[in-house]
């Protein structure tokens, strides 16, 4: 699952793309100083210099992380002079490092790496950019700056601090209500600044209470597990947030063996299943807090610019920023047919 402790610039999961980020660049220059694009160009969607990304990630097993890897490969297709080396996923950190060792070996132009442990890896991004090879950090933050030029990834803390104001906002004229929490694994610092958020979000509403929080794993069966513990202590609850959509599949397998329906639950990540079950309006489920996949086609165009020493669209820097955090937006009924393209099996 996606960990970051960084925040960077805030951009929008709808405008990370090749035309919206990446087309052309404005000075902050007096008018008769020489523009930042007459001296650094800022890339877009026409063919430029060959560029050979390499790309290692964790292995695919959850729908979020599939994601990724298909927004990366679909991104690379639509550049006609972007090779991109891919490694096969794997949670091994070991089999990472020596996959992102051998995209070394084979001189890319740049590297793009979601690790599957960023502290574990940080020594192999430090060995790239030594080399001469500029990384690109996916999501799980490395443990030194040095092992990177660009950080992108989601906002964990935004997450629950957005989920916490769509639950208040929906409950605020609503005397002594009652509100739960499904958590993901609690060992991981992404859940932590999920629940944190949350919290932090929740103290802006006096009228609700956070009355029980299980953790569960991310995983189907998890989540159905731990959402029939809380429905069985909980008698009457009046809104649900859980951390993420795939353990959602089983929390609203529970809810309804339960025969519950008296709240709103609020998911996590912004899988399709979730956001059909908004749509179809016919559920307990009213929204889910994104944390975007787009992610990784940000940061192929992010690699693709540094490759042909291209500077940002919209930003009067000639170089790309070294953070780059995206928006955790909510997703309801009323912008469901906007967000709903980006869904994630």
């Known amino acids: 699952m996606p960990e970051t402790s960084r925040r960077g610039l805030l951009f929008g999961a709808s405008a990370i793309s090749a035309g919206a980020l990446l087309t052309a660049c404005t000075s902050n220059e ?17 063919p430029g210099k060959p560029v050979t990304i390499g790309f290692a990630g964790p292995q695919a097993d959850h729908g979020w992380l599939n994601a990724i890897n298909v927004n990366a490969k679909s991104r690379a297709e ?6 991109l080396e891919i490694t096969e996923g ?16 084979k001189k890319v132009d740049v590297l793009v790496i979601l690790p599957a442990d960023g502290k574990a ?11 001469g090879i500029p990384v690109v950090n996916l999501d799980r933050i490395f443990a ?18 957005n989920a916490g104001h769509y639950i208040g906002e929906q409950l605020k004229g609503k005397a002594n209500a009652k509100v739960v929490e499904l958590a993901g694994i609690d060992n991981l610092e992404l859940t932590k600044q999920r629940s944190q958020g949350f919290a932090d979000a929740l103290k802006n509403y006096p009228n609700i209470k956070l009355v029980a929080r299980q953790a569960a794993e991310f995983t189907v069966e998890s989540g159905q597990a731990k959402m029939a513990q809380l429905l069985q202590a909980q008698k009457q609850i009046d809104a649900l947030w859980n951390h993420d959509d795939d353990q959602g599949v089983g929390a609203l397998r529970a809810i309804q063996q339960a025969g519950r329906d008296e709240f709103i639950m609020v998911g996590g990540a912004g899988a399709k299943s979730a956001m059909d079950a908004i749509k179809a309006d016919n559920s ?27 500077g940002v ?15 955790s937006a909510v997703v309801t009924k009323d912008n469901i047919d906007q967000y709903l393209p980006t869904g994630f099996n």
């Open 313 to 327: 669209s919209g930003l009067s820097e000639m170089e790309i920023p070294t953070s780059l955090t995206l928006y």
């Open 284 to 310: 307990v489920i009213k929204a889910t807090v994104l944390y975007p996949p787009t992610m990784a086609a940000s940061a192929i165009d992010l690699a693709r610019a540094l490759g042909q020493s291209k």
């Open 144 to 161: 030194s700056p040095q092992a990177y030029r660009c950080w992108v990834g989601g906002d964990n803390y935004g997450m629950g601090l």
């Open 90 to 105: 794997s949670n091994d950190t070991a089999a990472q490092i020596g996959q992102v060792k051998t995209l070394i070996n």
């Open 78 to 83: 639509k550049y006609s002079e972007v090779t």
């Open 30 to 46: 007096p008018k008769n100083a020489q523009a930042a694009s007459n001296s650094q160009p800022a890339a877009d969607d026409k």
């Open 121 to 131: 890896l940080t020594q192999v991004g430090l060995e790239a950019m030594r080399a």
